[in-house]
C-alpha cells in the first residue's frame, strides 16, 4: 500500500529540534512525498538548509492486513530519521541513501486509522554524514548542487506473513547452471520451509525446497542456462516462499539473472569473455525533482537514451540510484558501476567514517542482486576531490582499506574499485580521472605502459597489472550559441572543463578526438565518459538536464558505439 502522495510538512528553523509527533497544527505546510522539499515536484521548493523537518499523515491500515505482520518501508531519507505512530516512537534510522523497514504490527490496527510522523535531521556542514554532490555552501556552485532532505524515495506498507522473508541473497553460478540462494528471515521458528521456483518465458524450469536456516544457501538449478549480457539480458522469474506444516505463510516475486563478472589479469570478464566498458557517468539530478525522478518512466528514458547515444553502461555517481532504476538496467541489458555518496563526510573523523561505512554496507546488501551491477565502487576521488581537499593520511587511508575488505566480505563476486580515481590503498580495478582537453597530450600522458598515468603517484600504491580504467574524461561543456545557463539561484553560471567549443561542429570533433584516444591507447579496458546530463551550472553533458541531445544521436552512436582497436579489444 504505497503512502506516497500529499503529506503535512513542517521546518524547524535553524535546525531546533521541536516535538511534533502529535500536534497536528504545528504543520503549517503541505508536501508531495517522494520528492525532497527543494524540488519543484514536491511543492515546497524551499532551498535554504534545513536541518530539521517534520513530515505528518493519517493512514487507514486495510482491514485486509488482519493477522498479518505490518510492515512500514522507507526508500531513503537523508539522514537520520525518527518514526513515530500516534506518538509513539517506533524506531530511528541514520543514512542518506539506504532503504530500511520496521515492523509496526505492535503499534497499529487493522481497520483503523492511524497518525504516522517522520522527523527528519539533516546537518550535513557538520563533517559526520555523507552526502555526495550536495551543496555546504548556500547555494550550487562549481560540482555541487542542491540539496536533498528528508524524504526522497517512496513510502509504503508491507503486509506478511508470521516470519517472513527480509532478503533472499541471489548469486548466479554459471558454471554450474544454478542460483545459490541464501534467506534471512525475520521471527524465526523451528520446522520452517524455504521454497524457491524459476521460471523462464512463463515456463516454470525448476525448483528446489530445503529446511529454512537463516543464511544457510539453496541450490537451484537451472537446465539449459540462458546468460544475461547486454544485447541479451534474459531474467528468469524466482519466487520464494516460506512454509509452515506444508502452508506457506509468506511469499515474495523476484527474478535473477545468470552472469560471471570477474577480473582475470588486466581484463574485465563478463561471463568469460573480455568486456570493454563504454559508460557515461550519470549523477541521477532531474531539474524538477533533485535526487528523485520524476516518475517510473524517467527512469527507463534515462537508460534507453545512453544506450541509444552508443554507451553499454553507466557509471552511478555520487548517489544511490533507484532499485527501480537498476530494475530497468536489468531488463535493458545496461552495465552500471554502483557507488556511494561518499563525499561531504571528514574521513579523518571516526564518526563520520563510522556512518559511511555502516550505510555502505546497507547499500551493498540493498543493491547486490541485480545482474546490471557489475563493478562495486565505495569512494570517489579519495585525497583530492572528498569535498574537503585533504591530503590522505593514515587515518584516510584505513578508511579505504577497511572499505573495500567490507565489499568483498560482503559480496566476493564482483570486483571493487575502492576509489575512483586518485589514491588508491586496495583495487582490483585501476581507474584514473583525467579532464586534459587537448587530445595530443591526452595521448601522450596516458601512453606509457607499464609505467602508466596515475592521479596521485605519491600517495597511493603501485599499479599492480590491474584492469585500468579511464573512469572520468571528457567534460567539455557546449550550449548552442554559448548561452550557458545560470546556475539555481544564479549564484553560478554555466562551466565544463576547459575552453568551451564555439560551435557543434567543434564540439563533435573534441568528443570524437578524445574518445579516439581511449580506444587506440592499447591498455586501456573501458572508458567513463563525463557525462550524461547537464546538472544545473556543470553543462558539460551530452545531454541537456531536461533530456535533449546536443549533437544527433547518430553522431554519438558513431563515437560511443565505437569498439577498442588493436590489442585493446
Known amino acids: 500500500m504505497s503512502l506516497n502522495g500529499p503529506w503535512a510538512f513542517a521546518i524547524d528553523p535553524g535546525g531546533r529540534v521541536v516535538d511534533r509527533s502529535g500536534r497536528e ?66 524506531g530511528e534510522h541514520r543514512g542518506s541513501s539506504a532503504a530500511f523497514a520496521f515492523d509496526i504490527t505492535a503499534f497499529v490496527r487493522p481497520g483503523q ?17 555523507p552526502a555526495g554532490k550536495q551543496s555546504s555552501r548556500p547555494g550550487s556552485w562549481g560540482c555541487y548542487y542542491t540539496r536533498v532532505t528528508g524524504i526522497w524515495q517512496p513510502v509504503w506498507l508491507e503486509a506478511t506473513g508470521d516470519s517472513y522473508l527480509t532478503g533472499v541473497a541471489i548469486v548466479p553460478d554459471v558454471a554450474a547452471g544454478a542460483f545459490m540462494l541464501s534467506p534471512s528471515v525475520a521471527r524465526f521458528r523451528r520446522g520452517l520451509t524455504f521454497r524457491a521456483t524459476a521460471r523462464s518465458s512463463g515456463t516454470e524450469i525448476g525448483a528446489c525446497e530445503t529446511p529454512l536456516q537463516p543464511g544457510v544457501p539453496a541450490r537451484l538449478d537451472v537446465p539449459s542456462p540462458k546468460l544475461w549480457a547486454p544485447g541479451a539480458p534474459h531474467l528468469y522469474d524466482l519466487t520464494f516462499e516460506i512454509l509452515a506444516q506444508g502452508t506457506v505463510i509468506d511469499r515474495v516475486e523476484s527474478y535473477a539473472g545468470l552472469r560471471s563478472i570477474a577480473v582475470e589479469d588486466d581484463r574485465i570478464l563478463l561471463n568469460g569473455e573480455p568486456l570493454y566498458m563504454r559508460l557515461v557517468l550519470d549523477q541521477g539530478y532531474y531539474p524538477d525533482g533533485t535526487w528523485t525522478a520524476p516518475d517510473d518512466a524517467a527512469l527507463r528514458r534515462d537508460i534507453e537514451l545512453a544506450q541509444s547515444l552508443g554507451f553499454n553502461g553507466a557509471r552511478l555517481h555520487q548517489k544511490v540510484f533507484e532499485p527501480r532504476f537498476h530494475s530497468w538496467a536489468d531488463r535493458l541489458g545496461y552495465l552500471t558501476w554502483a557507488e ?11 564518526e563520520g567514517g563510522g556512518n559511511f561505512l555502516a550505510e555502505w554496507a546497507e547499500i551493498v546488501c540493498q543493491v547486490r542482486n541485480h545482474p546490471s551491477v557489475v563493478v562495486w565502487t565505495p569512494l570517489n576521488e579519495t585525497g583530492f576531490g572528498d569535498g574537503r581537499n585533504k591530503p590522505i593520511g593514515d587515518a584516510h587511508r584505513a578508511l579505504v582499506e577497511r572499505a573495500a575488505k567490507l565489499t568483498r566480505a560482503i559480496d566476493p563476486t564482483r570486483p571493487v574499485n575502492d576509489a575512483s580515481g586518485w589514491v588508491h590503498c586496495d583495487t582490483d580495478i585501476w581507474s584514473v580521472h583525467n579532464y586534459e582537453q587537448n587530445p595530443d597530450t591526452l595521448r601522450e600522458m596516458l601512453a606509457p605502459f607499464p609505467d602508466v598515468f596515475r592521479n596521485a603517484p605519491s600517495g597511493d600504491i603501485a599499479y599492480g597489472g590491474q584492469p585500468y580504467i579511464l573512469s572520468e574524461f571528457g567534460g567539455a561543456a557546449y550550449a548552442e550559441n554559448g548561452a550557458f545557463a545560470p546556475g539555481p539561484a544564479a549564484v553560478s553560471e554555466g562551466w565544463g572543463y576547459g575552453a568551451a567549443p564555439a560551435s557543434a561542429d567543434e564540439f563533435e570533433a573534441r568528443i570524437r578526438a578524445q574518445v579516439g584516444v581511449a580506444l587506440r591507447t592499447s591498455h586501456i579496458r573501458g572508458y567513463c565518459y563525463t557525462q550524461l546530463t547537464d546538472v544545473e551550472q556543470e553543462q558539460n553533458g551530452v545531454l541537456t538536464a531536461d533530456r535533449q541531445p546536443k549533437l544527433p544521436v547518430a553522431t554519438y552512436r558513431d563515437i560511443f558505439g565505437a569498439e577498442p582497436e588493436g590489442e585493446a579489444t
Open 25 to 90: 497544527a504545528a504543520y503549517d505546510r503541505r508536501i508531495v512525498v517522494p520528492y525532497p522539499p527543494e524540488s519543484r515536484l514536491s511543492g515546497v521548493g524551499e532551498t535554504d538548509f534545513m536541518e530539521s523537518v517534520w513530515y505528518r499523515r493519517s493512514i487507514d491500515v486495510p482491514a485486509a492486513f488482519d493477522g498479518r505482520r505490518i510492515l512500514l518501508h522507507f526508500g531513503a531519507v537523508d539522514w537520520h530519521a525518527t518514526v513515530y505512530v500516534d506518538g509513539q516512537r517506533i
Open 113 to 129: 486509522s492511524h497518525v504516522l510522523t517522520v522527523h527528519a535531521v539533516d546537518r550535513l556542514r557538520d563533517g559526520k554524514q
Open 340 to 350: 556511494a555518496p561518499s563525499w561531504g563526510f571528514d574521513p579523518d573523523d571516526p
